[in-house]
């Protein structure tokens, strides 16, 4: 197959649309009478531009292909879109750095148009860009696949040209999806706030190693240096105060208070033994009693 265009079927202006009327006149006897109107139709109105007209008519032409195999109406469709079709395959080729021969992968995607014609799909106007657009890709990595030159991860021989289902936007989808994103937008600010809030009751130290290393990106030695402790100390500190944080977010999501005992803990205490446990338990959070290099081999 040549893929110029012999016939100036690319479209460019008005004469390429007559020449584009006359080829599908001569197609009165393989195409329907409905559809040979249709396709007719498609090609003199004024109103299409260039990609709107090859692609209503290609899809028709396809779609009478599918049902009666005319080898004229197959010809007339590789002439309205080998060029087309050629950018697409020499494109894809770049992006593997492959110096194969667009043509000749060509012929292998109109190849395979032209042995599967039942699995396409004519529900869109569009649907020809589309499938062929598949098939250039799905062409493409069989190709480099025959070369040793595909990913292991690329779609296989067998999956070639299984069109994918046509879906449509509805106002419920985007009612969902514009309610998805408001409460995702509502939870990150919920996480936000209470990172802030129990940050906020951190030892002051325990504040400024954090700002430092997660906010300024300062490193954990430079950091150490600052604050004038060993940098086991600084690791130590900072690992201290993110499970500090965590488990009081966790106990929050839990439905408990941040400052509450472990739930084994005797629960007949009086109201000074429960004001004393209170306390008890905000001062673990706060972790002002701690002494750094006790643990330090915990995050080593």
Request: glycine share 8%.
């Amino acid at each position: 197959m040549q893929v110029t265009d012999p016939h100036g079927l690319a479209l460019g202006g008005d004469a390429a649309r007559a020449r584009l009327q006359a080829r599908l006149a001569d197609l009165s006897t393989e195409l329907e009478g409905e559809e040979h109107a249709r396709c007719l139709a498609l090609a003199a109105d004024p109103a299409r531009d260039i990609e709107s007209v090859r692609d209503g008519v290609s899809t028709r032409l396809m779609e009478s292909f599918r049902t009666r195999s005319g080898r004229a109406t197959f010809g007339l469709l590789y002439e309205l879109n080998a060029d087309h079709i050629l950018l697409q395959v020499a494109g894809r080729l770049r992006r593997f750095a492959s110096r194969s021969d667009p043509r000749d992968v060509l012929q292998e995607v109109f190849f395979n148009i032209y042995r599967y014609p039942h699995r396409f799909n004519a529900e869109r106007e569009d649907a020809f860009r589309v499938w062929s657009a598949m098939i250039v890709r799905n062409t493409v990595l069989k190709h480099l696949r025959s070369l040793g030159r595909a990913s292991k991860n690329h779609v296989a021989a067998d999956d070639l040209l299984v069109q994918p289902a046509v879906t449509s936007a509805s106002p419920l989808s985007g009612a969902i999806e514009a309610e998805s994103q408001g409460e995702c937008a509502r939870v990150y600010l919920t996480y936000l706030h209470l990172y802030l809030h129990f940050y906020g009751m951190l030892s002051e130290r325990e504040r400024a190693a954090l700002h430092m290393v997660e906010v300024e990106e300062t490193s954990y030695r430079a950091a150490a240096e600052a604050l004038g402790i060993k940098l086991e100390n600084l690791k130590m500190v900072i690992f201290r105060a993110r499970r500090k944080i965590h488990r009081a977010m966790r106990r929050v999501f839990d439905g408990l208070s941040a400052d509450c005992r472990p739930a084994r803990d005797p629960r007949g205490l009086g109201a000074g033994a429960g004001a004393l446990a209170a306390g008890a338990g905000r001062a673990e959070f706060l972790g002002q009693d701690e002494d750094p290099e006790a643990d330090a081999s915990e995050v080593e």
